[in-house]
């Protein structure tokens, strides 16, 4: 048996690449129907929608047909301008992502709503020293208490964590972490490291090397 997809649903073209980065980033495939016809499309594990001008009534009926499917989760993409027309259906687990999100914070709303896998979930978490990182769930913690990271902060320790003993510039981190339409300049890697030091205390900072002329590696 084939494993589990993504169906992404959209009127238009416009987020087909970013939500195909899912592809690369989870290894997992992208199926495209559009929200009229979504037709019979074969199993799936979340359902991805553009909400750009589908109406809150088709929502609901989406969110019914994914109950009866199983209750499989639904991910909702929305503009920032329209928030405040934002409709979450009740039928199913739904969540929701602004249009001009990063890859990273696309690919963390995605695996929260699929879950761990339970074949890998030995797999989902690292410990390093007194600091153990779920891969899963997205949560830190350091000597059991959980650290509070941010979602970026989050992305660029799990990054540098998963791929120890190598030094990484800070133009390749913000193109892994941030995403490939990432405007800022490479000096909100140097806060962000920062402000990760500062709260997994000395004994984990001490793992975060910066490595001049180069950005950062984490030492294992």
Not at 45 to 54: M, Q
Not at 85 to 95: F, G, N, W
Request: contains cysteine; proline residues 5%; glycine residues 6%.
């Amino acid at each position: 048996m084939s494993a589990p997809s993504i169906l992404f649903m959209a009127r238009t073209t416009r987020l087909r690449e970013f939500v195909g980065t899912l592809n690369t980033t989870l290894g997992i495939e992208v199926d495209s129907a559009t929200p009229d016809s979504p037709g019979a499309a074969r199993d799936f594990a979340l359902l991805v929608l553009d909400a750009d001008g589908v109406r809150p009534d088709r929502i609901d009926a989406m969110a019914s047909w994914l109950n009866a499917r199983g209750d499989i989760p639904m991910l909702l993409i929305v503009d920032e301008i329209s928030l405040s027309d934002l409709h979450l259906p009740e039928a199913v687990r739904a969540d929701f992502i602004c249009s001009d999100a990063s890859p990273s914070e696309l690919e963390a709303r995605v695996r929260l709503l699929l879950g761990p896998d339970e074949e890998e979930v030995s797999g989902e978490i690292l410990t390093v020293d007194n600091l153990t990182i779920n891969l899963a769930t997205y949560q830190v913690s350091l000597d059991g208490e959980p650290v509070d990271l941010t979602l970026m902060e989050y992305s660029l320790l799990s990054f540098l964590a998963t791929h120890p003993n190598r030094a990484y510039s800070r133009e390749v981190l913000l193109h892994n972490v941030w995403g490939f339409e990432y405007c800022g300049g490479t000096r909100t890697v140097d806060v962000h490291i920062r402000r990760i030091r500062s709260k997994v205390g000395p004994q984990i900072a001490a793992h975060i090397d910066t490595v001049r002329g180069v950005g950062y590696l984490f030492k294992k």
